[in-house]
């Protein structure tokens, strides 16, 4: 059994956020690896690189590394522009292919060896840590999701109506992609975010993991 809370999750229902505070009051390591993917799409956007068909020698040219909480790209924190729509969208297409996925894999497993960590994303609990000692499904109606993202992005210029398609969109692409799908484990917890707050959720997780001890 790793010592990994893993955090699983369709974009928009606050997994991250989720996460890190779950982290930050467990005194756990927090791991987002959602930005990895952004930030391979990121890079990719930035040299001209077809997303859909990212080659090997284009990715051992990546060193991701995770700096005081920030993920900096070959050196380079990207900030905000990570959180972008169309960030987020081009990574789907980065986490279907196979290629991306291996070369991640060590990145991501590396992480548990110093300690607990919370890893949030589409598939730890399933794929990156299936022995994982706690395992969490969090997710929220695709129009909660959509609502969040207008509230939390102030410089968003796509509309409500717009927004719900774009996750929508991105919903199906993550769960019927061949290469490890989003999908809850059969051992996951479901939580349904829709009509808690973060607070709530966070306080959810933690009296969970408080009264089901695992030794790891």
């Not at 997994?15 to 990895?36: D, H, I, M, P």
């Not at 991105?170 to 707050?197: I, N």
Request: aromatic fraction near 8%; include cysteine.
């Amino acid at each position: 059994m790793s010592k990994v809370v893993a955090i699983d999750g369709p974009a928009g229902a606050g997994k991250s956020t989720v996460a890190r505070l779950l982290a930050e009051r467990c005194g756990f390591t927090y791991v987002n690896t959602g930005s990895l993917y952004r930030a391979i799409a990121w890079a990719a956007a930035g040299k001209g690189v077809d997303i859909k068909d990212l080659k090997d020698d284009f990715l051992m040219g990546l060193d991701l590394d995770y700096v005081d909480g920030k993920l900096l790209v070959n050196g380079v924190d990207p900030g905000e522009e990570l959180r972008s729509s169309a960030c987020s969208a081009a990574a789907s297409f980065v986490a279907t292919q196979p290629r991306v996925r291996q070369f991640l894999l060590p990145v991501q497993r590396n992480a548990a060896m110093k300690g607990w960590i919370v890893m949030e994303g589409r598939d730890i609990g399933s794929v990156i840590f299936p022995d994982a000692a706690y395992k969490f499904f969090v997710t929220a109606s695709v129009e909660e999701r959509a609502r969040r993202r207008l509230e939390q992005n102030a410089n968003e210029t796509l509309t409500f109506e717009e927004i719900k398609k774009l996750i929508s969109e991105r919903d199906y692409q993550d769960s019927h992609r061949a290469e490890a799908p989003l999908c809850q484990a059969e051992d996951a917890v479901l939580v349904d975010t829709s009509k808690m707050s973060i607070e709530e959720v966070v306080a959810h997780l933690c009296d969970y993991i408080s009264q089901n001890p695992r030794e790891c």
